[in-house]
């Protein structure tokens, strides 16, 4: 059975991420299935949408804002992921959701072997801020192997504090 | 002719009927179609005496005027390009930096929502800042809540930025000025609010973008620059408008002109220009103009006086501090939030106004701005009924709850109300109390 790589792209990350997918696809003997996936917060769009429907009276419901957002996201989406499948260079199927975002990645890895995604909290050191809320969520609960990229430059073992019995002073 | 218990209830019966209509509108129709009915069966059955009714549409006269102009000129700044161009300068001054941005963001949306009004940030503003925001390869989603959350805790400078303060605005008896100077300090203490609260909630979304990205965005940028085209030249028209209306506004107390000739002034000189380059049509400019909402709001006018001519407005005015004394301004200032929460800013303000009375205290019609204009952010369709039905919406069509939003919401409103009522008695109590 072929082996299914599903790599999560979002702003900011996603070339590390793609790097890191062609890098583990170099490693696998095998050519596996490459899913790239960018989910759309849904909340974004709805909340424009409240904001207009807290306008009460104006109408016009043909000028919600809310629409003009949720559509210009799906767009974006699809370049981001276009983009994405240019700097991989290979073949990969391109998938939008749109939900909750960690929800949305951990269901997309329903019979995936493997989870690429991205550092996204604090890369100024080691440790566990450098996940961020979403991120710890997936890599938490994610049914499969998961690889965590380091989008830029790794930091220095020595980001890491000192283990409390080791400090200066400490008995 | 009905009075005492009989006419409280039916008055808020029709209220609740026309908040709820204006809410589902269903099939589409225009919020007026079931107000003006409403309106009129409460002179009808005498709630409100033929009267009155008349003396509140004189009231409310100016005011909806005020608001169809600002309307206007918010659509004709949009029509020569000024969105367009300031989202282009957005994207141009923040150097692609996220945090920088949201810095952009914050002033833009100020700005605009005190100018042009919360309608402009809203609808005009939001889709710009989203589009220039994924146009960097940037998370949207603080940006976005920046423009929402603005959009009502950054509409309490002028008499322009909200429906709430024109509403409100006569009965403060302050000139254009002294509205501005008065709210000034607690506007800036809100925004301050915001920002703090904000930089530190969406962290993770502000993180700069990594160096691959970043460079990778450049040459991207330089390729897309070829195909797309600049950022449009500032349209400086518009902008020597909207200052001489500013300065008009400033200047109408002194001269002693209703400040709404000053705004169909405004919007009159840039529809002339605007229709003159054939941009616009005539019908165009009376829909952005907005007539069956300004409708809306007369016949809103006049169903609220019917709930707080009885009983209820009496009950309500003895909870209500009278007294612009700190504790006075905060008590004021949060029962105008909770009731802005419960049905929706617009109605909480008419019956916050029938109930402070004919002769209020200039610092406690400001308190009670503060109040139904940042607290909105608690429930983000602006009040908890519109939750409510988007909930029952949301088990049919799978509209996200926005825990985040309302977890936003809950820290930026209490302590934003606190802020800006602090600040709006260092103001009072600075200017004399205005005793």
Redesign the interface.
């Known amino acids: 059975m072929t082996a299914r790589v599903v790599a999560w792209l979002?702003?900011?990350?996603?070339?590390?991420v793609v790097?890191g997918v062609a890098t583990a696809l170099e490693a696998m003997n095998s050519s596996p299935e490459v899913v790239l996936l960018y989910v759309l917060?849904?909340?974004?769009g709805?909340?424009?949408?409240?904001?207009?429907?807290?306008?009460?009276?104006?109408?016009?419901?043909e000028?919600d804002?809310g629409t003009?957002?949720t559509d210009?996201?799906r767009v974006?989406a699809s370049e981001l992921l276009e983009?994405a499948r240019r700097r991989l260079g290979a073949s990969a199927e391109l998938v939008v959701r749109a939900?909750?975002i960690e929800r949305e990645v951990v269901a997309a890895c329903a019979g995936a072997d493997l989870l690429v995604c991205a550092r996204?909290?604090?890369?100024s050191r080691l440790g566990p801020h450098s996940l961020?809320?979403?991120t710890r969520f997936v890599v938490d609960h994610a049914p499969c192997a998961v690889l965590l990229i380091w989008?830029?430059?790794v930091p220095g073992l020595g980001s890491i504090p000192p283990h409390p019995e080791d400090r200066p002073g400490a008995h | 002719m009905l009075s005492g218990v009989g006419a409280e209830v039916l008055a808020l019966a029709l209220l609740a009927g026309v908040?709820l209509f204006?809410?589902l509108?269903p099939r589409?129709l225009?919020?007026a179609a079931v107000?003006v009915p409403a309106a009129a069966i409460i002179v009808v059955f005498g709630v409100v005496s033929p009267t009155e009714a008349l003396r509140q549409i004189q009231t409310l006269g100016p005011t909806v005027g005020f608001l169809a102009a600002i309307l206007v000129l918010a659509y004709l700044a949009d029509v020569a390009g000024m969105f367009t161009w300031l989202g282009g300068s957005l994207g141009k001054l923040s150097a692609g930096q996220p945090v920088r941005l949201l810095g952009l963001v914050f002033a833009a949306a100020a700005v605009i929502t005190a100018v042009l009004s919360?309608?402009a940030t809203?609808?005009?503003l939001?889709?710009v800042v989203?589009?220039t925001a994924?146009?960097l390869?940037?998370?949207?989603?603080p940006h976005?809540?920046a423009?929402?959350h603005l959009?009502?805790s950054a509409s309490t400078l002028l008499p322009v930025s909200n429906l709430t303060n024109l509403l409100a605005f006569s009965a403060t008896g302050l000139s254009f000025l002294q509205f501005a100077a008065f709210m000034g300090l607690p506007w800036l203490a809100v925004i301050a609010v915001e920002y703090v609260v904000f930089r530190w909630f969406f962290r993770?979304?502000l993180?700069p973008?990594?160096?691959?990205?970043r460079t990778?965005g450049r040459q991207?940028e330089a390729e897309q620059d070829e195909e797309r085209a600049p950022i449009p030249a500032p349209p400086v028209f518009v902008f020597v408008v909207l200052g001489a209306t500013l300065l008009g506004f400033g200047a109408s107390g002194l001269v002693g002109i209703e400040p709404v000739w000053v705004a169909v002034a405004g919007a009159g000189a840039l529809a002339v220009r605007s229709l003159t380059r054939g941009e616009i049509t005539v019908p165009g400019l009376v829909r952005e103009a907005?007539p069956?909402?300004c409708l809306?709001?007369f016949a809103?006018g006049i169903v609220v006086a019917g709930v707080t001519g009885h009983g209820m407005g009496r009950a309500l005015g003895a909870m209500l501090p009278t007294e612009p004394t700190f504790a006075g301004l905060l008590g004021v200032a949060l029962i105008a939030a909770v009731l802005a929460n419960v049905v929706?800013n617009?109605?909480a303000t008419l019956v916050m106004l029938g109930v402070l009375g004919l002769d209020p205290h200039p610092g406690l019609v400001l308190a009670m701005l503060i109040g139904v204009n940042v607290g909105?952010n608690l429930t983000?369709?602006?009040?908890l009924a519109?939750l409510l039905w988007?909930r029952v919406l949301a088990s049919r069509e799978a509209?996200?709850t926005?825990t985040?939003?309302l977890r936003l919401g809950a820290l930026t409103v209490p302590i934003g109300l606190l802020a800006g009522v602090i600040a709006l008695w260092f103001g009072l109590t600075l200017g004399g109390g205005l005793q």
């Open positions: 979002s702003e900011g990350t996603w070339h590390a790097d917060d849904s909340q974004v709805e909340a424009v949408h409240g904001a207009f429907g807290g306008l009460l009276g104006r109408g016009m419901r000028r804002p003009a957002v210009a996201g974006a983009a939900g909750r996204d909290g604090d890369r961020g809320h979403q989008p830029d430059a | 908040l204006a809410m509108q589409g225009p919020e107000a919360l309608d809203v609808v005009l939001t889709p989203f589009r994924v146009g390869g940037l998370r949207a989603k976005v809540y423009c929402t959009a009502n993770d979304d993180r973008a990594p160096v691959a990205a990778d991207q907005s069956l909402f809306f709001v809103l929706n617009l109605p909105p983000y369709v602006g009040s519109t988007r509209a996200p926005l985040e939003f």
